[in-house]
């Protein structure tokens, strides 16, 4: 205390005389050099980005790779590319938003700081643009790097008869650059606009609102477009023609994945709100008021795997169908194949995009609440309790969105494919393990973010007086 | 009544080489309120934390004369400290912090429910509570919902709902504005010493601290000035054993059984502001 020496004039940044311009690099790199920060919250976004990149650019080098064919199937499986780059673009959206909101939150409790010290909003908005685009850069640059490092490993996916081999998607220098600057891009941008909300209240004061108000209307419309759907398939009856198969297919995919996203945050909250009646321990209440207080955020979540779940069970009883009416040529056979692991990585890929979010979300939502834990350890709860309840209210909407599509799925397809969910139970297995793997590896992203949470509770000092 | 229910003896606290704590003695007796006071940085949070069992001192013991018997409690496990203040004491920090997607009522409750008791009894008992300070009518907002004050009553609702009567407080007025600031000073002091229970408060508002049956001051980690008398010099305070008397000390945590409700309350309790 005593210690502290008085401010010697030869320390001030510019010369003998203040410039009146505020030195941005150095005031970023005041904060965001190692030991000024936990070095968690510079981590932790870099991560983010990286991980966001290196998916991107997978997701990317594979579509490109079914666009670069010129055999016989090519427009049929550019076509099939691009469904499950739509599939897979809510996810990963989800968990760019969520490396960006990562790194805009470090500046909540800093903000308050260089204002205070006279820093004026432009100033401010621009250490925090600074900051939030170096990290992400950095990050996009690990991710190129573990985009690379992954190929091999992705080129035993089998396609065509064969695996893909290790540089099937490489996308080229040119989409990598693109890439990089893009996210970059996007966290500057996304910097910038959550920033306005701090600017305008320098407190940081979010008052928050009632828990958004879902209306039954979307429940009613959404009953309405699966019977229409539903009778419309039935009616169909027993299809022999492939084409309108598939286009029966398709058609009964878009209306559901509009109703999915119609009715998914309210099925979401009318869930929770059954849990929440039968919760009858702390951690059973904690998690379901969780989901409760914001439905769209919950279902944001896990949106994505409720879309390619339907998907996987829509698509993989048609191949099977598929398959038991055209088995003849060994090139269908291998062309419906193609199409199944083409819907099991989709699978997958929308699973990893959501445990990654998960991860990264967490990793956030922990450090944001560290003066909660904190109190909450000291009035004597559980560490095991807060940590099933953070569990909960993540598994809980992933398990009812996953189960409950798949069986609108399931619903859906049964008029066409009742014959075919007796002929092959095998892919259906097949599926149903991918489910199993996919919640696996969502849990698993949980259990990594638990050190988080222990160590806050291990340096207290870091969070309350 | 002069019944030590607390007695900490040469407490040292370190922090790398800086030293919160230089040798404190103290006993606080059931049914006292005292208000810890000192400058910034002298040493009285760590103190609260030490003689709550938040923080292991680095020397000397903490005496808890719990239900059940004594117990040591730099000789209790993390884990039975952890159920030791959440079944025998309460706490009331600075910011309130609630669980903030919980209603009122349910952060109230959370205590009892980590103890097993079943959530319909938990939350009856809470909202008792929550009657008793004045929150009737607010029992199903958001903890966002609430003004400060407001939110500091749940708090104090929270810490001692399990039937703590030991409760500990750390700035719990430090964020509200003056008005305010008595209003939940009064009900803090209402529903523990009022009904005979124990507090200790660390503040910084003379206020706070008039309103307290005794003041101990702190500086530099050290106890300068006790209102409850002298204060002994080091050679003169008792052997850790003489508290405890003839009994062997127990590691038992004590597992205390809630009352009914706030027995307190009634006449004078006006509605939250
Ligand atoms: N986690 C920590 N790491 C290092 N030093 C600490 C830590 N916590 C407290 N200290 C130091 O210990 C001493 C006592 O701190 P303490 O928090 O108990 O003071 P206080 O009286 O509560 O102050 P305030 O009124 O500001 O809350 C101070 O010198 C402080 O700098
Ligand atoms: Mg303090």
């Known amino acids: 205390m005593s210690t502290i020496a008085p401010p010697t004039p030869t320390a001030a940044p510019t010369a003998s005389r203040p410039s009146g311009r505020a030195p941005i690099a150095r005031l970023a790199w005041m904060l965001t050099r190692p030991g000024a920060a936990s070095p968690a919250t510079v981590a932790l976004p870099i991560v983010a980005f990286a991980v966001t990149t290196a998916l991107l650019l997978i997701v990317l080098g594979g579509v490109l790779m079914f666009w670069q064919r010129t055999d016989v199937n090519a427009e049929a499986f550019k076509l099939l590319s691009l469904l499950a780059l739509a599939l897979l673009i809510v996810p990963l959206a989800t968990l760019g938003g969520a490396a960006a909101r990562l790194s805009a939150r470090r500046r909540d409790d800093r903000l308050a700081t260089l204002r205070l010290l006279g820093a004026t909003t432009g100033t401010v908005t621009l250490v925090t643009v600074v900051e939030s ?4 850069f950095l990050g996009a640059l690990a991710g190129v790097v573990l985009y690379a490092v992954s190929m091999p490993l992705v080129g035993l996916i089998p396609f065509d008869g064969g695996p893909i081999g290790p540089t099937a998607i490489w996308t080229g220098p ?8 893009g996210v970059a891009l996007l966290a500057a941008v996304s910097s910038v606009i959550g920033l306005r909300a701090v600017v305008v209240s320098p407190l940081g004061v979010r008052l928050r609102q009632r828990a958004p108000h879902t209306s039954w209307l979307r429940l009613l419309a959404g ?9 419309t398939l039935s009616s169909l009856g027993v299809i022999t023609d492939v084409a309108i198969l598939v286009v029966a297919l398709v058609g009964a995919f878009a209306a559901s994945v509009a109703v999915l996203g119609l009715v998914g945050p309210f099925a979401l909250s009318v869930f929770a ?3 929440l009646r039968r919760a009858k321990t702390a951690e059973q209440l904690i998690s379901a ?3 409760l207080e914001s439905p769209k955020a919950a279902w944001r979540l896990v949106g994505g795997v409720a879309m390619t779940s339907f998907v996987a069970v829509v698509a993989g009883t048609g191949t099977a169908l598929l398959e038991s009416f055209s088995a003849q040529s060994s090139a269908d056979a291998i062309f419906i194949a193609d199409i199944r692991t083409g819907v099991l990585i989709t699978l997958v890929a929308s699973f990893t995009m959501v445990a990654c979010s998960v991860g990264v979300g967490q990793a956030a939502a922990v450090l944001d609440r560290r003066d909660l834990y904190v109190s909450l350890d000291r009035v004597g709860m559980p560490v095991a309790t807060m940590d099933r309840a953070r569990v909960r209210s993540v598994m809980l909407p992933l398990v009812f969105v996953a189960v409950g599509s798949a069986l609108l799925g399931a619903l859906l397809v049964f008029p066409l494919a ?22 696996a590896l969502v849990r698993l992203s949980l259990l990594a973010t638990r050190p988080i949470l222990t160590n806050v509770l291990a340096h207290p000092e870091r969070s309350l007086g | 009544m002069n019944t030590p ?4 003896s040469s407490l040292v606290l370190r922090y790398g080489s800086t030293t919160a704590l230089a040798g404190v003695d103290l006993v606080i007796n059931e049914g006292e309120s005292v208000a810890i006071m000192g400058a910034s940085g002298s040493g009285k949070t760590s103190l609260l934390h030490c003689l709550s069992g938040i923080l292991r001192p680095d020397g000397g013991t903490v005496r808890f004369a719990g239900p059940t018997g004594p117990v040591d409690l730099s000789t209790l496990s993390d884990g039975e400290r952890s159920r030791l203040r959440r079944e025998a004491f309460g706490f009331v920090f600075q910011q309130g912090l609630l669980v903030p997607e919980l209603t009122a009522v349910e ?3 959370l205590p009892l429910l980590l103890s097993g008791y079943a959530r319909r009894d938990a939350e009856a008992r809470a909202a008792a509570w929550l009657g008793a300070l004045g929150l009737r009518g607010l029992e199903e907002r958001r903890i966002g919902e609430l003004s400060g004050g407001q939110a500091q009553r749940v708090a104090i609702a929270r810490a001692q709902v399990g039937g703590a009567t030991l409760i500990f407080a750390d700035e719990p007025t430090g964020a509200l504005d003056s008005a305010t600031s008595v209003d939940v000073m009064d009900a803090l002091l209402r529903s523990t010493v009022g009904q005979g229970h124990t507090l200790v408060v660390v503040t910084h508002d003379e206020k706070v601290a008039a309103r307290c049956s005794r003041v101990v001051r702190l500086t530099d980690g050290q106890i300068v000035s006790d209102s409850a008398g002298p204060v002994p010099p080091r050679a003169a305070v008792p052997a850790p054993g003489a508290f405890a008397g003839p009994s062997p000390v127990t590691t038992a945590v004590a597992h205390v059984a809630a009352t009914d409700g706030p027995a307190f309350g009634g006449a004078g309790w006006e509605a939250g502001r």
């Open chain 1, 133 to 136: 685009t170096v990290l992400a």
């Open chain 1, 174 to 181: 040119l989409p990598i650059l693109a890439v990089v600057v």
């Open chain 1, 223 to 231: 009953v309405v477009i699966v019977a229409v759907a539903y009778g």
């Open chain 1, 273 to 275: 709100k059954v849990r």
């Open chain 1, 289 to 291: 008021r969780g989901i």
């Open chain 1, 418 to 439: 009742g014959l075919a969910l007796i002929v092959a139970p095998l892919s259906l297995l097949v599926i149903g393990i991918c489910f199993v793997l996919g919640l």
């Open chain 2, 5 to 8: 229910l607390l007695h900490a």
């Open chain 2, 107 to 109: 952060n109230a409750a």
